[in-house]
């Protein structure tokens, strides 16, 4: 029998039920279960309010690096070098994503992951608002660019420290045997994020060119006050986890938590940077696999709506198969996941190639809602489980940024790569392919942890 704590979505056998909320095990569960219930919940919703904003704010930008940015803040010339340099401000943020998970990791392992959460949230509202107001390249000259590259950095360091503190707080507030489940809703708030922003670029996509970039494009960027606001609210109230506060009650957080990182789990550290690179996917399918489709005569506004579909459904599909990683293992789940992407990219490409609106629907609904689903709604408490608490946001921030910063330079590559060949898309899907080998390599080497308890994790460490 087991004997540790079971939570009130458990049936008296130990069975998982289909629903989070069911009145039976309501009625069974004590007031103390309840409590601890209520708390997960409120973590998930904060995670997925903050996830929403800041990957709101992160792919309003990728789309408008796709679609206007080189038109607009880069002076006139070859169309190609003007989106690579438009894809290169894209990449920037990724350079301060690093930088970001040190500086915010360092925050949230010792002033606790609330009150860091809140310090993300409000700055990178800030700089997307504050995009939306710069002005354009023939205005202010070289200038433009340059407050571009600025606000993308803030931006960049702000989402650095976001994933890893939204994971954290919620698999440390979430009932033993749930984590995966609970803290998959951080992973689907970005998924409504990316619906967010590709909803709010529809109506600018369908402007004529000349409001487009005259003033259109601002719009999605101002919206995200409203974002932000919401989301602030939600986090504002949240508690911090009580195994956090058991150890700063203790006196027993340590002063430099990224040099305690990198002396105790060096291993766990590697393995999470070899692990993110499965995000590379979802950064080709959002930047140059929407810019890709346009310059082979497939609308920008229908693949906007390819985004919508896919990302509508990964919010659902996430947490389900996140709930399948409580029970059969983080592993296989994620490596199934993983490979499944980087086969299917191939299939992706090619039938963008082809302009076949309705196989384009079901190829990439098919990885963002299934085989991509399924590794990264697993990644946010199975890197955390990685680590120790006094340990785990600056570890899971610093090792999952290392590796997304590759990612976020390869849609530059893949522009250079395929170049002005329309038809040579292979390039671009076997950099998606080869980073998903790299972070199959990084799950086989990682260990188990979907079955150890909450206050075990990180010790032993090996």
């Known amino acids: 029998m087991r004997t540790n704590y079971q939570s009130p979505a458990f049936s008296v056998e130990g069975n998982p039920e289909m629903t989070d909320i069911a009145a039976g095990a309501q009625a069974q569960s004590t007031p103390e279960e309840q409590r601890r219930l209520k708390r997960a919940r409120k973590a998930a919703l904060a995670a997925f309010l903050g996830g929403a904003l800041e990957y709101y704010d992160f792919f309003i930008y990728a789309t408008a690096a796709s679609l206007v940015f080189s038109k607009i803040f880069f002076p006139a010339g070859d169309p190609t070098v003007a989106l690579l340099a438009s894809f290169a401000?894209?990449?920037?943020?990724?350079?301060?994503?690093?930088?970001?998970?040190v500086v915010f990791g360092h925050l949230g392992d010792k002033i606790g992951r609330k009150n860091t959460l809140v310090l993300t949230l409000v700055l990178m509202g800030s700089a997307t608002f504050l995009i939306g107001a710069l002005p354009n390249f023939d205005t202010a000259g070289y200038f433009a660019p340059a407050l571009l590259v600025l606000l993308r950095l803030l931006q960049g360091l702000s989402a650095g420290a976001e994933t890893a503190g939204a994971s954290a707080l919620s698999t440390e507030e979430a009932p033993?045997?749930?984590?995966?489940?609970?803290?998959?809703?951080?992973?689907?708030?970005?998924?409504?994020?990316?619906?967010?922003?590709?909803?709010?670029?529809?109506p600018v996509a369908a402007m004529s060119e000349a409001d487009r970039i005259a003033w259109g494009w601002r719009i999605p960027f101002w919206l995200s006050l409203i974002v932000l606001i919401v989301a602030y609210m939600v986090r504002r109230s949240l508690a911090e986890p009580e195994v956090f506060e058991e150890k700063q009650e203790h006196g027993e957080l340590v002063k430099l938590p990224f040099a305690k990182m990198f002396q105790t789990h060096p291993a766990q550290f590697f393995q999470v940077a070899l692990m993110s690179f499965e995000t590379v996917t979802n950064t080709f399918m959002q930047s140059f696999g929407l810019a890709y489709a346009v310059s082979v005569g497939v609308p920008a506004s229908t693949m906007l709506w390819v985004s919508i579909v896919g990302n509508v459904l990964a919010v659902v599909t996430q947490?389900?198969?996140?709930?399948?990683?409580?029970t059969f293992g983080r592993r296989p789940v994620f490596i199934i996941g993983v490979l499944g992407s980087g086969i299917m990219i191939f299939v992706y490409f090619s039938v963008i190639a082809t302009g076949n609106i309705p196989m384009i629907f079901l190829t990439s609904t098919l990885i963002t809602a299934g085989t991509y689903a399924m590794s990264n709604a697993i990644y946010p408490a199975w890197f955390s489980e990685l680590f120790n608490v006094k340990v785990r946001y600056s570890g899971m921030a610093i090792g999952l940024q290392i590796g997304i910063l590759c990612a976020g330079f390869t849609?530059?590559?893949?522009?250079?790569?395929?170049?002005?060949?329309?038809?040579?898309?292979?390039?671009?899907a076997w950099i998606v392919a080869g980073s998903?080998?790299?972070?199959?390599?990084?799950?086989?080497?990682?260990?188990?942890?979907?079955?150890?308890?909450?206050?075990?994790?990180?010790?032993?460490?090996?």
């Open 89 to 101: 401000t894209f990449g920037v943020a990724y350079v301060a994503r690093p930088f970001g998970a």
């Open 176 to 202: 033993e045997g749930r984590r995966g489940f609970f803290a998959s809703f951080a992973m689907s708030g970005i998924s409504f994020g990316i619906v967010l922003a590709s909803l709010a670029f529809l």
């Open 319 to 326: 947490p389900l198969t996140a709930r399948l990683s409580d």
């Open 411 to 428: 849609p530059l590559l893949g522009t250079a790569l395929v170049g002005a060949d329309k038809a040579n898309w292979g390039p671009a």
């Open 436 to 462: 998903s080998i790299l972070a199959v390599a990084g799950a086989w080497w990682a260990r188990e942890t979907a079955k150890t308890p909450l206050r075990q994790l990180g010790n032993p460490v090996r």
